[in-house]
């Protein structure tokens, strides 16, 4: 989908690798599978859908999304049913669809939820959960008796237009997966990560924890599996056959089992792939092994993400999260020591949170000296303990508008800070960390020079947004009286484009 969450579209372009796993995973006999992603589509979405249209004249199309990209997924769906081709059938699959297939429309046993105005009339099929082996058992009934009763994980719709919803499937054995097909891919160029050419590979799926707000449950259910890191190892050799310069490992957690990882470091630098890697993690994994973030360094890793979620430990208490806080600055010490930028994300806008709370968590991330913190209000995904605790307290004020689903809008209330207040409060978290300061200090520090290249290429293709802005901050912060103002005025015009950029996929 061309939907991409502000800021991380500036940060990289990547491609999906669930739907080239599908495509590895079919019947060749009776499919031809070929995937185009919207990523880079986004200022020509409806005319690169009706171009891959014209070129492929598929029977089936298959639509993946995340849950704020449903709105523009149902608008592709309901193009093709109405204006382009009413034959063609429309299979939905990914998060959104897994979580929520009830909201797609009138179920046989009348469960349904009405309220939710999500319905997607144009859909035929839903794949919920891992698609390889559904989708491949899908297109067979389809080709042949249409006995779609019998496929475990399929959500189908009647001739009187009911959905069945049949028994979800099994979490796969990932050891029976053949390698994603990168080759389906209808746009090979194009993609990137922080500046190179990049691409996404998996080493494990699922996550044992018990985070709260967490979604990863509801695709996997509270589980770990892994693959072998010979086959990683040949997926990161295939990515690197194919031009890529720079990885992003997309495990839930791929410290989970951090000797595994370890591992994993070590044959990366025995086989001097040479290649720039990026990941998320865990804190209390990365600190587990005193030599997990030596190896890290040497192997290539970059950038490596992990949650701090909240200075407060009654929010981390609410999260069910544990975070070793006063480790961090050890942490953060140790990825910079060994060339690493860190990137540390928060979340904002807790039950008990206020004014004091945003301070202290800018504050929190200024002591650690993050490279990169990312604050973002509470999200109350469907199907998360966080929703129900968040519907019994009356605290969300957004429940079914999911394209805001993006942790950049607040959804929800606290019980001193009203939607309107978080969403200008954020901003201006944002605005009083990266300042100039903030990049003149990091130009001299060797683990920035890898991305300097692009930073100042981002940086000069956004000057006439940038540079205005540093330039109020700069010259008025002897003038204490005029810096909020002055932050205000930043806060309106960051609005502003960020309507517009929306407005760019809705057409």
């Known amino acids: 989908m061309p939907d991409t969450i502000i800021g991380f579209n500036l940060a990289a372009r990547l491609p999906n690798l669930g739907l080239v796993s599908i495509a590895a995973n079919g019947n060749p006999e009776e499919s031809d599978i070929k995937v185009l992603d919207l990523v880079l589509c986004r200022h020509a979405l409806m005319r690169s859908v009706k171009k891959a249209l014209d070129k492929s004249h598929p029977e089936i199309v298959g639509i993946s999304c995340m849950i704020f990209q449903y709105k523009t997924a149902r608008k592709i769906a309901k193009w ?6 009413p034959n063609i059938t429309i299979v939905f699959g990914g998060y959104y669809p897994t979580v929520c297939y009830h909201e797609f429309g009138p179920n046989y046993d009348g469960n ?55 028994e979800r499937r099994p979490n796969l054995d990932l050891s029976q997966l053949k ?13 990137h990560n922080a500046g190179l050419p990049g691409d996404v590979v998996e080493t494990s799926r699922g996550c044992t924890n018990t985070c709260r707000f967490c979604s990863i449950a509801s695709m996997y259910g509270r589980s770990l599996r892994l693959y072998s890191l010979d086959r990683v190892i040949k997926d990161i050799k295939e990515c690197k056959k194919r031009g890529k310069k720079s990885i992003l490992f997309i495990d839930d957690n791929i410290t989970l089992r951090p000797e595994r990882f370890e591992n994993l470091c070590d044959m990366i630098i025995e086989e001097k792939l040479n290649m720039s890697f990026h990941v998320q993690a865990s804190a209390n994994g990365l600190l587990s092994r005193p030599n997990l973030i030596p190896k890290m360094g040497k192997a290539g890793f970059r950038i490596v993400f992990f949650g701090i979620e909240n200075i407060n430990k009654k929010d981390l208490k609410f999260f069910q ?37 945003f301070e202290q ?25 966080t929703r129900e605790d968040l519907l019994k307290a009356s605290l969300i004020t957004n429940k079914y508008d999911y394209s805001k689903y993006t942790g950049i809008y607040a959804n929800v209330k606290t019980k001193y800070l009203s939607p309107e207040k978080m969403n200008k409060e954020l901003i201006r978290l944002y605005v009083r960390y990266y300042t100039p300061m903030w990049f003149i200090k990091r130009l001299f520090q060797a683990r920035l020079w890898h991305f300097l290249p692009y930073a100042l290429h981002v940086g000069w293709k956004n000057k006439h947004y940038i540079l205005p802005a540093w330039h109020k901050l700069w010259s008025r912060r002897k003038a204490k009286e005029y810096q909020r103002k002055t932050e205000d005025n930043i806060i309106d015009e960051f609005n502003e484009i960020r309507n517009k950029r929306e407005k760019l996929v809705n057409v």
């Open 361 to 385: 968590n800018l504050q929190f991330a200024k002591m650690l000296d993050l490279d990169i913190p990312a604050w973002q209000i509470i999200t109350p995904f469907p199907r998360t303990e």
């Open 80 to 85: 093709i049913k109405e204006v382009y081709d």
């Open 321 to 357: 999260k544990s975070i070793p806080l006063k480790k961090l600055k050890t942490l953060v010490k140790r990825l910079h020591k060994h060339g690493m930028l860190s990137f540390g994300g928060f979340i904002l806008g807790n039950p008990e949170d206020n004014l004091a709370n």
């Open 179 to 191: 390698p994603p097909d990168r080759s389906t891919r209808l746009i090979t160029n194009g993609f």
């Open 112 to 166: 349904y939820d009405i309220n939710s105005n999500n319905a997607c009339p144009w859909c035929d099929f839903v794949i919920r959960g891992e698609g390889e082996i559904t989708f491949r058992e899908f297109i067979h009934e389809w080709r042949n008796e249409k006995n779609y009763k019998q496929v475990l994980g399929l959500s189908w719709k009647d001739n009187e237009g009911l959905y069945h919803h049949n």
